[in-house]
Structures are given as C-alpha cells and as structure tokens.
Nanobody
Framework: QVQLVESGGGLVQPGGSLRLSCAASGRTFSSDAMGWFRQAPGKERECVAV????????YYADSVKGRFTISRDNAKNTVDLQMNSLKPEDTAVYYCHAVRGSYSTVPIFGSWGQGTQVTVSS
C-alpha cells in the first residue's frame, strides 16, 4: 500500500510563497495520476491540481490558476506544489493523493496522509 507524506506547509503572509512536497513510499507511482487537494475548516475537500504520470499537468482549479504549479519527479517518487501569491483563502490542510485518471479530480479509494497545514495571514 502506498504511503503518502506531505510536508512544506507553514504560516506565510499574503502574497508570499510556499512549496509543498509529497513523498510516496510502498510502491512506484510513476503510472498514477496524482492530485493535490485541500480542505479548509468547515468546507469539503477540493482538488486544486492534477498531474498525469507522464508529467503533463491536466487540471488547476480556477481559484489557483496562474498562482500554483504542480510538478513531479518519478525517479524520487515525489509530487510538489509551488504556491505563489498566496491569499488568506488558500488557508487549508493540503493533501496529495492519486486520482482516478489523468483527467479526473476524483481521488481513488485509499488512505490519506496527514496533510500539511498552510496558513496565510498577516
């Protein structure tokens, strides 16, 4: 079973940047499309970005387009999310997870990691 460990979160001022990283272990995930998700207090979990196993980016949520960049390194089994021009509304716990297909934003069945907290506040 794949284990996912997210890191890189923290407290940042509006307009600042953070780079999140997700490390997968347990098996090679180079063929899996991967997504970054976030869940803010009192809100449902939402997908913000998806990247195919090939490295082609297939989805960004409208709310993060032009500010967030998803990337992956299959040799290292990692998926990153570069977040720029952060806004208070980006505050959430961020998770990575495999999705059902390269053009899907639906997570596959399986355990989620602990996530990493991102707080954008002055």
């Amino acid at each position: 079973q794949v284990q996912l460990v997210e890191s890189g979160g923290g407290l940042v001022q509006p307009g600042g940047s953070l780079r999140l990283s997700c490390a997968a272990s347990g098996r090679t995930f180079s063929s899996d499309a991967m997504g970054w998700f976030r869940q803010a207090p009192g809100k449902e979990r939402e997908c913000v970005a998806v990247i195919a196993g090939s490295g082609v980016v297939t989805y960004y949520a409208d709310s993060v387009k032009g500010r967030f960049t998803i990337s992956r390194d299959n040799a290292k089994n990692t998926v990153d999310l570069q977040m720029n021009s952060l806004k208070p509304e980006d505050t959430a716990v961020y998770y990575c997870h495999a999705v059902r297909g390269s053009y899907s934003t639906v997570p596959i069945f399986g355990s989620w990691g602990q996530g990493t907290q991102v707080t954008v506040s002055s």
